[in-house]
């Protein structure tokens, strides 16, 4: 399509509909959105005249939301497009390993061929950013990170991306130093960890590791912890303290974080305030068997919280679809998020903090000037779109339909 055209008819949230204080729904309205060079260049009432020759695309008045973030993904590991296998039982997280080291070699399509399966599944479902961790060892090197490399090639256009350069046996048990190097050098822009201290068994001369990794890279930090209780929370303390001394505030984040859902709420609000005065960013899963941070009390507290799908049908996993709209909706269920304005809000952890509406109910998206990137749903409002996985019909990126069933 031209770069430069009208979206008609497209639906916006306008503001909050009150009643005796209490929120009743989301009002909505028709708009017309001028597209220029990916951007939102103008925005006009549904009844305005459009009197100019720019081609027009009617939208039939779908609900228009922020696309969305994948903040953790394992583009290497996944199993789409090969055939079907259900996981095999292990004691621990090294036979895990073990397994898949022999598995993925064996299979009949090549890493390339999965990770586009996956990445064809994101952009349908509302994704434009996808952040990957890929895995690096001795017995693949820099193999499955050229094979994700070509993936996203393939994709050029229809979304960004971000690369972690992931030891998942262990930075310091596979001496992974000189690999993550060689990677950061090939295009990853993260350093990965997993367990400095279960894994690794070093908590410090891990995550010293890490850092200086990151900034001899000038390169953020991604750290898989697992670890649970005071020993989680040990952890992120101390990679707080380091983050603030290398000067890394906001390119560093901690997926899973399981420590924080196992603590007390006091202890948790103090860890809170530590991540945020380091500018640590938490992204979880949302797991169903296992505690996890608690998102609305690190959310309320100034913390970054983002929500990745992690495993998607791999040697770890028989489960999981990509859906990010999905784990948003199982977030505001088991946080108890049932009201009209918590289920809208909930939609900031899938959009990078995009909302179309602040908590007062004030219009915050889409604005003059924002990027082109946009989800179009068969929804009456977010909150709608979040408790019901409302169905996707068109996905834009720069200002180019990247999916369209319209």
Avoid at 284 to 295: A, D, I
Avoid at 320 to 325: A, E, K, M, T, Y
Avoid at 344 to 371: C, H, Y
Avoid at 393 to 406: D, E, P, Y
Wanted: one cysteine or more.
């Amino acid at each position: 399509m031209n770069s430069t055209f009208w979206l008609t008819n497209v639906r916006l949230e306008t503001d909050y509909h009150f009643v005796n204080g209490t929120i009743t729904k989301t009002n909505t309205a028709c708009a017309h959105l001028f597209i220029k060079d990916g951007t939102i260049a103008e925005i006009v009432a549904a009844d305005s005249q459009l009197n100019d020759d720019y081609p027009k695309k009617d939208m039939k008045q779908l609900l228009a939301l922020p696309s969305f973030i994948e903040k953790h993904c394992h583009l290497d590991k996944t199993l789409l497009s090969d055939k079907w296998r259900a996981v095999t039982p292990v004691n621990n997280i090294f036979e895990r390993c073990e397994i898949e080291k022999e598995v993925l070699p064996t299979l009949h399509t090549t890493i390339q061929q999965r990770a586009e399966e996956l990445l064809s599944r994101y952009v349908q479902l509302g994704v434009t950013h996808v952040r990957t961790h890929v895995d690096l060892y001795p017995e693949v090197g820099l193999k499955n990170l050229e094979e994700v490399q070509k993936a996203f090639q393939t994709f050029e256009g229809k979304l960004s991306y971000e690369i972690v350069a992931f030891p998942q046996h262990g930075l310091l048990r596979t001496k992974a130093t000189s690999l993550i190097r060689e990677a950061l050098r090939s295009g990853a822009g993260f350093v990965g960890g997993v367990d400095p201290a279960t894994v690794d068994g070093d908590i410090e001369a891990s995550l010293q590791q890490m850092v200086e990794l990151a900034v001899e890279g000038n390169a953020g930090i991604d750290l898989h912890l697992h670890d649970p209780d005071q020993l989680g929370t040990f952890t992120m303390k101390r990679l707080a303290q380091l983050t603030k001394e290398a000067g890394l505030q906001g390119k560093v984040a901690i997926s899973h974080a399981f420590g924080l859902g196992d603590v007390s709420r006091s202890e948790a609000e103090e860890m809170a305030d530590i991540l945020r005065d380091a500018g640590i960013t938490i992204v979880t899963s949302v797991p169903l068997r296992r505690k996890f941070p608690p998102v609305g009390l690190l959310n309320s507290k100034g913390v970054p919280v983002a929500i990745g799908c992690d495993n998607i049908f791999d040697v770890w996993s028989p489960f999981g679809n990509g859906d990010l709209l999905e784990r948003a909706g199982r977030l505001a269920k088991s946080s108890g998020w049932g009201d009209e304005r918590s289920l809208a809000q909930t939609l900031q952890f899938i959009t990078g903090g995009k909302t179309p509406l602040n908590q007062a109910g004030e219009q915050t998206w889409p604005k003059v000037g924002d990027s082109a990137n946009m989800v179009f749903l068969e929804a009456s409002c977010s909150a709608e779109a979040i408790a019901r996985r409302s169905q996707r019909k068109a996905t834009m990126f720069k200002g180019n339909f990247v999916s369209s069933s319209i």
